[in-house]
């Protein structure tokens, strides 16, 4: 559907008109839908008769409100007719969006025999006496765990599980498109380490990989760290690592694109969550040196005593050397770069226009940016991106199927470093990082972990 990434905080109908049909009809009745602020998506035709057309809308509108005023206004249009309204969002996710399915027929007696009793004993026998083999004669070779609590999920955060399982199922279907993994998304009620740990320590042979998805910080970061250290598979938060991931292929990109250098480059991070810090910490191992971030409260330095945690305190001795304090307007001055990982609107032009001749702009907040590419822009912005073009889709496929084939034990910075400059590379020329709908770019990561994965 056209449109639908830009639109995506709106709600989407796919509403049925009868048109008359004579010339300018259609036109009258997009003029009227855009005269009342609704935004249009793909226009399908269904039939026509002698004096009428068809067609099927896909719209967008911004609430309940805006939708019935918009219907208010098109039933006052003569010879126009609305045949029917149906919620599009809903109606694609009714079911869900995943099942298990079975990889072989089952047609005869003598297939049971062999997929179950008696047949199955014989595998059950060999895996015993190798349990190494169950990677290959069972689906935990090629399956991830999708874990969740539902406290920080996209842009609604702390939601719950049973709202969160629609995004777990969605990073489910794109795995499986993508890089033909399976995932078993996995829903835990529960805000306390310890519960969260054991839960996910007991299960973890059913699976080839651990993902924890949508947890809030900084639980998210003891999770992860202990549990990491209590399995013997790789664990990796994609919410921090496939989007600091992502974010330097994006960085690589852009300074190649900009003349600059990683080491002489000024950078404001705004955001102290989990994408926030892991970014900071990865584009610091890669070699960046000028780095500021920020929380709520300001710049974070060494001594700070305000809205500190141990995990902050981490960062304001590896970053901030020159000791800057202040709220995002007066450390954004003089930059190069800006990479907000924090909330809506909260970069103006004029702090843009603050910072350094030609900044780059990286305004990742979902589902609304922390400034819109285009005010970035015209603001005096070289390039200006946001959560639409920079997307930790880009990375999760290709890394859990490289790590699934290589056998990782853990996902390594090696690795990851890795997947930025693979994106970077295959990258159109005029492009910061390639288009996920292309299949290839999955592969080519998945090829690019797989090597870098032990030395391979």
Do not use: W
């Amino acid at each position: 559907m056209r449109n639908v990434e830009k639109h995506i905080n709106k709600i989407v109908k796919k509403i049925r008109f009868r048109i008359p049909d004579v010339a300018g009809a259609l036109g009258r009745l997009t003029s009227e839908l855009g005269a009342n602020g609704a935004v249009l998506g793909d226009i399908t035709k269904v039939h026509a008769t002698l004096k009428y057309m068809v067609r099927d809308f896909i719209i967008f509108f911004d609430d309940k409100n805006h939708f019935l005023k918009t219907m208010s206004a098109i039933k006052k249009l003569k010879e126009y007719k609305i045949l029917a309204i149906d919620d599009e969002v809903l109606r694609i996710h009714e079911g869900g969006k995943i099942a298990v399915k079975s990889l072989v027929e089952m047609n005869s007696l003598s297939d049971l025999r062999m997929i179950y009793t008696p047949g199955v004993a014989q595998v059950c026998s060999h895996i015993l006496h190798n349990p190494s083999l169950a990677r290959y004669y069972t689906s935990i070779g090629n399956t991830v765990c999708i874990a969740t609590n539902g406290s920080a999920v996209l842009g609604l955060g702390d939601i719950g599980i049973l709202p969160a399982m629609p995004v777990m199922e969605g990073k489910s279907v794109i795995l499986n498109k993508m890089a033909n993994v399976n995932c078993i998304p996995i829903l835990m009620k529960s805000d306390d380490a310890d519960m969260i740990v054991n839960t996910l320590s007991c299960i973890a042979d059913t699976f080839g990989v651990i993902m924890i998805e949508d947890v809030k910080a900084p639980l998210c970061f003891e999770v992860e760290e202990r549990l990491q250290k209590k399995v013997k598979m790789p664990v990796f938060h994609d919410d921090q690592h496939g989007t600091a991931t992502v974010i330097l292929a994006a960085l690589i990109k852009t300074l190649k694109m900009t003349g600059r250098k990683k080491e002489k480059v000024k950078v404001v991070i705004n955001g102290a969550g989990a994408a926030g810090m892991a970014t900071c910490k990865m584009i610091l191992k890669y070699g960046f040196k000028n780095i500021v971030i920020c929380d709520t409260t300001g710049a974070i330095y060494k001594g700070r005593s305000k809205n500190m945690n141990p995990y902050k305190k981490e960062l304001a001795c590896l970053t901030n050397k020159k000791m800057e304090k202040g709220l995002l307007p007066d450390v954004i001055k003089e930059k190069d770069i800006f990479i907000g990982l924090s909330a809506p609107g909260i970069v103006t032009a004029e702090m843009v226009k603050s910072m350094n001749k030609r900044p780059i702009i990286f305004a990742l907040a979902n589902p609304i940016p922390e400034i819109h590419p285009k005010d970035a822009l015209e603001a005096g912005a070289a390039i200006a991106l946001d959560g639409r073009t920079i997307n930790n889709a880009l990375v999760f496929p290709g890394v859990m199927r490289g790590t699934l084939d290589a056998r990782a034990p853990k996902i390594t910075y090696r690795m990851k470093f890795a997947v930025a400059e693979k994106l970077a590379q295959i990258a159109n020329r005029n492009e910061c990082v390639p288009n996920f709908m292309n299949t290839a770019v999955h592969k080519e990561v998945a090829r690019a972990v797989f090597l870098a994965a032990d030395g391979k």
